[in-house]
């Protein structure tokens, strides 16, 4: 059981950064994770407050606050329209209804789990989150930094017309993925994120140029190569590195080929 | 601590520990409808509705409902009666233990959905774990019953 002493719910985040600057103390998100686990913490820090449930958008970009739900990315109108059902794809395997009405986008992000639908995706975007201290720091080096006492306030993303596909694979419906996959083209450049490696999820970009605007199956060939031999995948109960490595070809191969449908009306080459 | 909300449509103020999970709060409320199927927030047998939405009672905290409207199966009885006779005459239930999460969840998707296409019904129920059946009678109860509605709909608009 997760069991805390006293609960603040926070007037700004100056407040909610001092309280977390403590171990003992701990941010609460949709608390799905956290009440799995077996902890004893001092004081528990509620945002929920601070209006971060919403969805904000400009001409450049979406603003997503820390307390928006899984659901509320999966309904968004505009944002998935913006990203050809992006969101919806990568959230609506998660348990259920209820479940993502509670899970909230900075509670996935923050935690940075290795099983992340989530992550995956906003990865492949041209995305950021705004830290309260350490400010706006993009998607890329997020993934990679470790856990610190920071308070993540929002997510962005930018309305950069990149055309993404994501794709997972479950043992089961509704379970963790064994492997989740987002492919990306923008201005003619491809890349794309691996997650459920079982490890946090990883950028692989096309650094060696094998994708033209307009890829053939050749070049989807060795890009597929080359993203088996740079991403590291790891073995655990829901499947083996091998396994894991192979799904991670098609999967990718899939998503490339759905952005190529999409552009070229269905006629492919 | 102090909250004050709304459960089943009546004001209710308490001082509860701070780390109480709603599911534990609502049985010590005599809402014994909410249960707890599963230690991992997957079963939907918890399902209450908070602000309308269906959420899992497990995985939220009663605190967090300071100020808002919970309501659960206890509050819902005449709507669940009317779904409930759907599932009773299409034998859909065995031992019954995940009714009442089933149909608090069948309730909200009745208000959200407009004529749902049966996969659109099965995700928005795929939180919801029946370890008896094969969900084949939920789902003939479930299309039945919306029909019906749809028919009041409509009886309503002619009259």
């Known amino acids: 059981m997760f069991r805390f002493k006293n609960y603040v719910k926070v007037q700004e985040l100056k407040e909610a950064y001092e309280l977390n600057q403590k171990k003992s103390n701990v941010v609460l998100g949709g608390t799905l994770w956290l009440k799995m686990e077996d902890i004893n913490k001092q004081t528990a820090i509620d945002l929920s407050g601070l209006g971060l449930d919403k969805i904000t958008e400009t001409s450049e970009e979406f603003i997503i606050g820390c307390m928006v739900s899984l659901r509320d990315l999966e309904l968004h109108p505009s944002l998935n329209e913006s990203f050809q059902n992006g969101f919806k794809e990568a959230v609506r395997h998660i348990v259920g209804v209820?479940?993502?009405n509670c899970a909230t986008v900075g509670g996935s992000i923050f935690a940075r789990f290795g099983f992340s639908d989530v992550l995956t995706l906003f990865l492949a975007l041209d995305s950021y989150v705004e830290l309260y201290k350490g400010g706006r720091v993009s998607m890329k080096e997020f993934v990679k930094m470790p856990r610190n006492n920071d308070i993540l306030v929002s997510?962005?993303?930018?309305?950069?017309?990149r055309k993404v596909c994501y794709l997972s694979e479950r043992r089961s419906s509704t379970d963790f993925p064994l492997i989740s996959c987002a492919a990306a083209c923008h201005n003619g450049?491809?890349?794309v994120s691996v997650g459920a490696r079982p490890a946090r999820a990883m950028l692989f970009s096309d650094d060696q140029k094998r994708l033209s605007e307009i890829p053939g199956n050749e070049e989807i060939d060795l890009f597929i190569q080359d993203m088996k031999e740079s991403v590291t995948f790891g073995t655990n109960m829901r499947g083996s590195e091998e396994y894991r490595r192979h799904l991670a070809g098609v999967l990718i191969r899939r998503?490339?080929?759905t952005i190529l449908k999409d552009r070229t009306g269905g006629v492919l080459g | 601590m102090k909250i004050k909300f709304w459960l089943n449509h009546v004001e209710i103020e308490d001082e509860i520990n701070p780390d109480t999970p709603l599911l534990e709060y609502l049985r010590g409320k005599n809402c014994y409808s909410v249960k707890r199927g599963c230690e991992t927030a997957n079963c939907g047998l918890c399902t209450v509705l908070v602000e309308d939405r269906?959420?899992?009672?497990c995985g939220t905290l009663a605190v967090r409902v300071d100020g808002r409207h919970v309501v659960t199966m206890e509050g819902l009885q005449e709507k669940a009666k009317e779904f409930g006779e759907f599932?009773?005459?299409e034998g859909a239930e065995q031992c019954g233990f995940c009714s009442p999460g089933f149909i608090m969840n069948v309730l909200?998707?009745?208000k959200?959905?407009?004529?749902?296409?049966?996969?659109?019904?099965?995700?928005?129920?795929?939180?919801?774990?029946?370890?008896?059946?094969?969900y084949m009678g939920q789902l003939r109860a479930i299309r039945l019953f919306l029909e019906h509605k749809q028919n009041l709909i409509r009886g309503g608009e002619a009259s």
């Open chain 1, 98 to 100: 209820q479940f993502r």
């Open chain 1, 155 to 161: 997510v962005i993303v930018k309305k950069d017309n």
């Open chain 1, 189 to 191: 450049e491809w890349t």
């Open chain 1, 255 to 257: 998503g490339i080929q």
């Open chain 2, 54 to 57: 269906p959420v899992l009672s």
């Open chain 2, 87 to 89: 599932l009773a005459d």
């Open chain 2, 108 to 110: 909200a998707m009745e």
């Open chain 2, 112 to 134: 959200e959905l407009r004529n749902p296409t049966e996969e659109e019904i099965k995700e928005y129920l795929a939180g919801n774990l029946c370890r008896c059946t094969g």
